[in-house]
């Protein structure tokens, strides 16, 4: 197969993204197993990994467009009526995923935050967030707003997640995951960082996985 040819317009940094697409074997293996992006591996190494995903878990998905993860954790909590739940929130559109609730909705916005724990119905067993910035081309900018969208995801968790629950963000290496990590440590009983093979070497980007919330 050859790669794709550069078209005219086409700055070059997004020629370079097309043909990192092009020759990432997740990419081709996410399109054959009908997953929506290569991400949903990165939630699987994790949960083969660290055990948070399982059979009537309620699970809330944050930043879940296009919904990869979605997938994932309806694949192994397999809802049923009174049994396990999978709610994905986005801003962004989002299709319809079999076994989940989606919930289109702005979490910038302090009144729907505040209004989720109705919406959910109930406490949830595990929080995710592969919530990640447009990228502005300054790493220290990126890493900030990235480290942002953790607080606020974990902000959510704290509100949401049930006592001895789980949560998952990802972070940047940027030294700015430290005070982060250190936050989730007053939180959770249990604090790790990992870095799933589905993860693009040249990436920043780490995953924290903390466990057995305090509340």
């Known amino acids: 197969m050859r790669a794709p040819k550069p078209k005219?317009?086409?700055?070059?940094?997004?020629?370079?993204?097309l043909a990192r697409q092009h020759k990432d074997?997740?990419?081709?293996?996410?399109k054959a197993q009908g997953y929506r992006s290569r991400a949903a591996f990165k939630l699987a190494e994790?949960?083969?990994?660290?055990?948070?995903?399982?059979?009537?878990?309620?699970?809330l998905d944050l930043g879940a467009a296009p919904g990869g993860w979605t997938q994932v954790a309806v694949e192994r909590v397999r809802p049923a009526p009174e049994r396990?739940?999978?709610?994905?929130?986005?801003?962004?559109?989002?299709?319809?995923?079999?076994?989940?609730?989606?919930?289109a909705l702005d979490l910038s916005e302090n009144a729907v935050i505040g209004a989720l724990p109705a919406r959910l119905g109930d406490l949830?067993?595990?929080?995710?967030?592969?919530?990640?910035p447009a990228a502005s081309g300054n790493r220290t900018v990126d890493a900030l707003r990235a480290a942002t969208?953790?607080?606020?995801?974990?902000?959510?968790?704290?509100?949401?997640?049930?006592?001895?629950?789980?949560?998952?963000?990802?972070?940047?290496?940027?030294?700015?995951?430290?005070?982060?990590?250190?936050a989730l440590k007053e939180r959770f009983e249990s604090v790790r960082t990992f870095k799933?093979?589905?993860?693009?070497?040249?990436?920043?980007e780490i995953y924290a996985v903390a466990t057995d919330f305090r509340g």
């Open 46 to 59: 994790i949960d083969d990994k660290f055990r948070l995903l399982g059979p009537g878990k309620r699970v």
């Open 196 to 204: 799933p093979k589905a993860s693009r070497q040249d990436s920043a």
């Open 149 to 182: 969208l953790a607080e606020s995801a974990l902000a959510i968790a704290e509100l949401v997640l049930r006592p001895g629950g789980a949560f998952v963000a990802k972070v940047m290496r940027s030294g700015q995951e430290t005070a982060f990590v250190a």
């Open 124 to 132: 949830v067993d595990l929080v995710l967030s592969d919530m990640a």
């Open 84 to 103: 396990g739940a999978v709610f994905a929130v986005d801003v962004a559109p989002m299709d319809p995923i079999a076994g989940a609730t989606v919930l």
């Open 8 to 17: 005219a317009g086409r700055s070059i940094s997004s020629q370079r993204w």
């Open 25 to 30: 074997p997740f990419v081709a293996d996410a």
